[in-house]
């Protein structure tokens, strides 16, 4: 058996950011990283390749899985805030987590993202413009890369810290143990690697994973929610003028039928909707580029609804799988529909969609949502569209194109201290799997942070 001083279980962002720190602080520490996924430059979809028109459910999934984790592929936006994308200044407060998102930040110029504008919600009127059509626009810094800039950045990183931390891509952590020593764990190849202290960080397709450690080291998990809703798509002109001022505008609506709170979220100008497979379920993302000959004609964001259960029913990700799993029965993966014939109570049919000026980005199956998303949750969305219609008029045009169903999973928070760590002393959990953070930032912020107190622990060169 192999012995480590540190194992990061995930290559997403709050683990490439943990690698990263420890090598930047020279720590003596022994550390091994191991990912379900592939290497980078294997991290190719079937689809972007054009070898296949829809999603063939790889296993895992390139999009989902491998170094840089589900944000590598994804269009490289990182939020400086704590108004969303997690709770991590719960845990080290409100001036760390942004001074750690900020150091991300400088990180991220420092290997190429400083190309990239930082925009901000204070730089706008746009906030006022909201409030007065009962919108809210969340205070936020955004430094959006691109995919193609994203990738490049996280090579360089991959190439910055690869001889100080070993990388493992294409195994399955399938055990992990409790040793005198620290921890001892199993890959599906049969491998067995020991250390002393352990960082899950799996991220949101490790969810399930990390919730069943955490069951059998007896850690509290405490229920989160699950967020269901479409991915909007529609001409780029329409928000050109909240894109070009802020970039990622989250707007939050309170709605007048049923109280609920829907926001958008993920926002890709002149940029393309694209699958994900999560767990063997398919749902629906969102990407843009940097590189101008990349743009679309089209912008493209998620609408969603947050989904929290109480008693008897704790587990809100099965019911979001549920209704994902509805949509690719009916459409064999993601339904589309206009949406005037979404108000119109008929389905798309691929001679309606002929006849839309928005030409979809992503070849989907033409539906009726109405048959997937429940009412609730479609008429929550159907009531933020004719209100964000009041700020981008034509967002509430017939051919305004529906995609579904977007599901963000979260997983059931860990019990952890201000060191992200569980009572099991040291077992880390951070990132997306932890349930603490929901975004590439926190969760890049959190690796930063566990790293440091690991570097305090293990003696630098």
């Not at 399955?172 to 005198?180: A, E, F, I, N, P």
């Not at 958008?264 to 843009?288: A, D, Q, W």
């Not at 509805?326 to 206009?338: A, C, F, H, P």
Request: glycine residues 8%; hydrophobic residues 35%.
């Amino acid at each position: 058996m192999e012995s480590y001083d540190v194992i990061i279980v995930g290559a997403g962002a709050s683990g490439v950011y943990a690698s990263y720190e420890l090598t930047k602080l020279r720590s003596k520490a022994r550390v091994l990283m191991i990912d379900r996924g592939a290497r980078l430059e294997k991290r190719l979809c079937p689809i972007k390749t054009g070898a296949v028109e829809t999603c063939v459910k790889c296993d895992p999934c390139h999009i989902m899985n491998g170094y840089g984790g589900a944000g590598a592929l994804s269009d490289g936006k990182y939020n400086i805030t704590t108004q969303f994308g997690g709770d991590l200044h719960r845990y080290v407060g409100q001036g760390e987590a942004l001074r750690l998102m900020e150091y991300v930040d400088e990180v991220l110029c420092s290997f190429g993202g400083a190309e990239a504008k930082l925009y901000s919600t204070t730089e706008s009127n746009l906030k006022t413009i909201a409030l007065q059509n009962n919108l809210h626009l969340l205070d936020a810094k955004v430094r959006h890369l691109g995919t193609d800039r994203n990738v490049r950045i996280l090579e360089r990183i991959f190439d910055y810290t690869k001889n100080r931390t070993e990388m493992l891509f294409e195994r399955t952590v399938t055990d992990v143990d409790k040793t005198d020593e620290g921890f001892a764990i199993r890959t599906d190849r049969g491998e067995r690697f020991c250390c002393k202290d352990l960082l899950l960080a799996s991220g949101r397709s490790g969810s399930k994973w990390v919730s069943d450690v955490c069951r059998k080291f007896g850690i509290a998990m405490k229920s989160n929610r699950v967020d269901i809703g479409v991915r909007v798509e529609l001409p780029a002109e329409i928000f050109k003028h909240i894109t070009d001022a802020v970039y990622e505008s989250k707007i939050v609506y309170k709605t007048d039928k049923y109280n609920d709170m829907v926001r958008t979220f993920c926002m890709n100008p002149y940029g393309e909707v694209v699958t994900e497979n999560t767990n063997g379920i398919v749902t629906v993302n969102g990407h843009s580029y940097a590189d101008p000959r990349l743009h679309t004609a089209n912008t493209n964001f998620a609408l969603l609804v947050s989904n929290k259960f109480t008693e008897p029913f704790k587990n809100s990700n099965e019911y979001g799988e549920s209704i994902a799993r509805l949509s690719n029965m009916l459409g064999g993966g993601v339904l589309l529909q206009r949406f005037g014939d979404l108000i119109k109570g008929r389905r798309s049919s691929a001679k309606r969609m002929e006849k839309s000026f928005t030409v979809p980005t992503l070849k989907a199956i033409p539906g009726d949502l109405s048959l997937v998303i429940p009412k609730r949750q479609l008429d929550n969305i159907i009531e933020m569209i004719y209100a964000l219609d009041k700020i981008a008029p034509g967002t509430a045009n017939e051919d305004t194109l529906l995609y579904g169903v977007e599901v963000k999973f979260y997983n059931s928070e860990a019990e952890v201290d201000g060191n992200l760590e569980t009572a099991v002393k040291g077992l880390y959990a951070l990132g997306d799997a932890s349930g603490v953070t929901h975004s590439l930032s926190q969760a890049s912020a959190g690796g930063v942070w566990v790293a440091r107190k690991l570097a305090e622990k293990y003696a630098v060169c």
